[in-house]
């Protein structure tokens, strides 16, 4: 076996380091290896430049034909075009700019999370050094409450432990020791003889060998894996760069064909230059990234309410295309509240009622009754030795129940208080704790001596159900103290592995009476001879909601998978309790088996796995790769440190609020305030509501767009050698702006479609022009460009100026598009939604209208569009026809259910 530091005993590691447990390093050696292996920091990534992030924006293919458009109208004196062009372009330009520039903090978080001083052993004598200046074979001291500066081999561990949630996931503390372990694949939480960088002491302390610094600790490595993680594309910046493409080679299509019939007529090249402006202004929705970064930010304040802070707008829709969610477990799934759900005392056996750390529940027995306020006597002995051998502390804070020290101990004295027993109301009574003897990982247990009310004293003890069986003379069954032997030791043993299979972690408590003359001796002598009254079943249980969340996900095609670093059986139980493992289906897959499957056995097994156990940082990468390899939209939750690789990765990452680290926070596209799965659910329905109304919009953009295009085609090809622009470039853009964009805007306030979350998971690849998307977009917008070209034709020849006839042509497009804005809210029909269930879209309209009526009718808006005032019955006439295209294509549609006008 290749032995590593974990394997080896101190006097192996310090001689494979060259250094002593009795001198440390010497200064000169120690400034050698500095220069050898570094500082012991996190390497940063190097940061982008704020000003070549924000020219990078203008890479935007819509953006790059806008300025074209601008510099043209600059050319040819067009002044106000060009102004109001560029400063479209710069607004989009900006508002990407700043959600890039937020999201560029993932490592500087990560270095901060370091230990900034530290005390090691240097020529024999304790010194305090910068923990930067840190190299292997430094000796470091390590007391309560420390950031460990380094990853160490523990060569002293004097009741220690450590909280490494943040590398592994486990929320109880790990306790320490120093023995060489077995075996070359050890999980990172099972390495006890190990501490590592950043990992915080909650009690106890020691000393320990350096054996890995800066990038070559197990939060070093997890740097390396944040900077090197790839962040895809979201499906919707894929689907707009490919919308745009298409945007793109419409518009140099219609452009050509525009531009060769122009030439074929003898056209000047300001003509069509003019013309060209004109078109290019048409054929790209200038409004189309301003309206989606704006919907995408009302969606995300609307999920902010709901506890869920989208941290990139573009997350906002990606949720909605979640196909897998990969949820941690602690926190998440489960309440990070460890719970007595069910305790054996005197041979019965009773379960337990209430949620966390509140004191308000229950004891439910065999059949079923619930204890009354007079407790069985052999289970309210067992509940007073689990209050007063405890050194938690059971407070309310801010309207809720917190527990300060170790949460199982916490669960102890919640259960104790549901049965009216507190250690406070106790020691008032008269019970005193006169000594005390902490857990350590050596004996398993803790015990204290107690003087009861009548002065006598009794040793109370808890620990692992095996030690105190076997460190217990008698068992209490049936009312009576009974000897133990094999037949009574057998039915503790069974009671042990019928929770256990449960998934419950047991933790047994003892009693034995004292004389006074016992109450000096030191543990070794008084913990034996117990009675063992009783066994505690405590796990961190699902949170109520969950199973319905995980119910609705199922229902919407989505499938729900959970990673954790718990152990396998554990991570089974809450699976089948919460309904992940469903009908008794699905896989669970440990870390050691991930060790063995290539990429491509890991990719055909992903998609039957229920839950992956023990699991570490690069196997949270591989799993996200696996499902992304099968064509998944993945979501990852995550806290810790050792989350944020995956969560960079995965297409949404989702980190919790109250527990993750800063790290994982930064690292996240989604931030849960309240931890908790449900909050995710409602944030991928508000992702579906939020790309269903998107789609709305952006048939009501590019309906506009075919629209101001064909009627400036329609010109060319119908009106011979000398035709004239119905349009001007100022009227197409008031029309994609303002006419439209403000409707435009409100459909992405629409209310959820009914089948919302009974959909399956939209596929990863699907653009926005499907299921006869594009070809409604193509059939009403001819019509309407082909009923404004005609009003435009037939106001030329009843003698009507140029100006008059674009205006009505204007006019005409203005109405019909917001007659179409009713029509685009509904994937169904136009004649099956109530108009009023959006009051936002009927406001938008109404001030479309009022916006559009006065460039016509002001002096302002004649200047700068270049409009006339309408005679009262053109503008009846107007707001009557443009109605036309909307109702008898919808009425088509629905008498001959025709899906694709």
């Known amino acids: 076996m290749n032995k590593t530091y974990f394997n080896q005993t101190t006097n192996e590691v310090c001689t494979a380091l060259k250094t002593g447990l009795d001198k440390g390093l010497s200064g000169i050696d120690a400034a050698g290896r500095l220069k050898v292996h570094g500082a012991n920091e996190i390497q940063s990534a190097d940061k982008k430049s704020p000003v070549l992030m924000f020219l990078a924006q203008f890479k935007n293919p819509l953006l790059i034909i806008l300025m074209a458009g601008s510099a043209i109208s600059f050319f040819t004196g067009h002044t106000v075009d060009g102004i109001a062009i560029i400063v479209i372009v710069f607004i989009n330009a900006l508002i990407s700019f700043y959600q890039e520039f937020r999201a560029e903090k993932s490592m500087e978080a990560l270095r901060a999370m370091g230990a900034p001083r530290a005390i090691v052993l240097r020529d024999g004598q304790w010194t305090e050094i910068d923990a930067a200046d840190i190299v292997p074979g430094d000796i470091l001291k390590i007391e309560t409450g420390d950031i460990l500066a380094a990853d160490v081999r523990l060569a002293e561990a004097h009741r220690l432990q450590t909280d490494e949630s943040a590398l592994t996931g486990e929320s109880e503390p790990v306790n320490k020791h120093t023995n060489p372990l077995d075996g070359d694949e ?205 050194d938690a502390e059971l407070v309310r804070e801010e309207d809720r129940w917190m527990v300060r020290g170790n949460p199982t101990e916490g669960a102890l004295l919640v259960a104790a208080a549901k049965a009216s027993m507190s250690r406070e109301d106790l020691e008032d009574r008269g019970f005193e704790v006169i000594r005390r003897f902490p857990f350590d990982s050596a004996r398993k247990m803790m015990s204290v001596v107690v003087r009861d009310t009548a002065g006598n004293y009794s040793l109370m003890a808890k620990g692992a159900p095996d030690v105190i069986l076997d460190r217990s003379a008698a068992i209490r069954l049936d009312g009576r103290d009974t000897a133990k032997d094999n037949v009574t030791a057998a039915v503790v043993e069974n009671r042990v592995e019928a929770l256990g299979s449960d998934a419950l972690r047991t933790l047994a408590v003892a009693f034995r009476p004292l004389d006074t003359s016992q109450l000096e001796l030191d543990p070794e002598a008084l913990e034996n001879k117990l009675l063992l009254l009783g066994i505690h079943g405590i796990i961190d249980p699902p949170r109520a909601e969950v199973p319905a969340a995980i119910g609705e996900c199922r229902s919407a095609g989505i499938r729900t998978v959970m990673i954790t670093g718990d152990h396998a059986v554990t991570a089974r139980a809450i699976a089948e309790q919460t309904g992940i493992i469903h009908d008794r289906e699905g896989l669970v897959v440990t870390g050691a088996e991930l060790n063995r499957m290539s990429r491509e056995e890991l ?192 106001a030329l020849k009843e003698g009507s100026g140029l100006a008059y006839a674009q205006t009505l042509a204007f006019a005409t497009m203005v109405f019909g598009q917001l007659w179409h804005a009713f029509d685009a809210r509904s994937f169904t029909s136009l004649f099956t939604k109530n108009p009023f269930t959006n009051p936002y879209l009927l406001m938008a309209v109404g001030a479309s209208a ?52």
Not at 264 to 277: D, F, P, Q, V
């Open 186 to 390: 050890v999980d990172l939480g099972d390495r006890f003889n190990m501490g590592f960088m950043s990992t915080i002491v909650t009690t106890g302390n020691g000393t320990g060998i350096v054996v890995r610094t800066g990038m070559d600790t197990e939060v070093g490595r997890i740097a390396e894996l944040l900077s090197t993680a790839r962040e895809p594309k979201t499906p919707l910046q894929q689907r707009i760069e490919s919308l745009s493409h298409i945007l793109i080679g419409a518009a140099f299509t219609v452009v050509a064909a525009v531009v060769g019939i122009g030439i074929y007529h003898g056209m000047g090249l300001l003509e069509m230059l003019n013309t060209g402006i004109s078109l290019s202004v048409a054929s790209i929705p200038e409004g189309l990234p301003t309206v989606v970064t704006i919907v995408l930010t009302m969606g995300s304040q609307r999920m902010a309410k709901g506890n869920a802070l989208a941290r990139k707008l573009d997350a906002v829709e990606t949720l909605g295309g979640t196909s897998v969610i990969c949820s941690d477990k602690t926190g998440t799934l489960t309440q990070n509240q460890m719970q007595v759900m069910k305790i054996w005392a005197g041979g019965r056996q009773w379960s337990l009622t209430g949620r966390g750390f509140d004191p308000d529940g229950a004891y439910i027995d065999e059949d079923g009754n619930t204890a009354g306020p007079v407790l069985d006597p052999d289970l309210s002995r067992a509940l007073l030795v689990s209050a007063l051998c405890n």
């Open 603 to 794: 990719r055909e097994t992903a998609p039957d796995v229920a839950v992956f156990a023990r699991v570490s940082p690069e196997h949270k990468l591989r799993i996200v790769d696996a499902l992304q390899a099968n064509g998944k939209v993945v979501a990852m939750t995550g806290d810790g440190v050792n989350d944020a690789p995956a969560l960079r990765q995965a297409d949404i990452g989702v980190a919790m609020g109250i527990t993750g680290t800063s790290v994982a926070k930064e690292s996240a596209a989604l931030v849960l305030l309240d931890d908790n799965f449900s909050t995710i659910v409602s944030a991928v329905r508000e992702g579906r509501r939020i790309f269903d109304n998107i789609r709305k919009f952006i048939r009501q953009e590019l309906t506009a767009n075919v629209a101001e295009v064909s009627v400036i085609l329609f010109a060319f090809l119908m009106m011979g050698e000398n035709p004239l622009l119905p349009l001007t470039a100022l009227m197409v853009l008031w029309i994609n702006l303002v006419s439209d964009g403000i409707p435009a805007l409100a459909l992405g306030m629409e209310p959820e479609e009914s089948d919302l979350m009974q959909r399956q998971p939209r596929d990863k690849n699907e653009r926005f022009f499907n299921r006869n998307f594009s070809a409604k977009i193509i059939i009403r917008g001819l019509a309407l460009g082909w009923l404004s070209y005609l009003i435009f034709d037939h």
């Open 850 to 901: 009022l916006l559009s009526l006065g460039a016509v009718y002001t002096p302002f808006g004649n200047l700068v569009l270049g409009t006339e005032a309408l005679a009262l019955k053109d503008l009846l006439m107007v707001v009557a026809v443009s109605a036309l295209p909307t109702f008898i294509l919808s009425g088509i549609k629905e008498i001959f259910r025709l899906e694709f006008i």
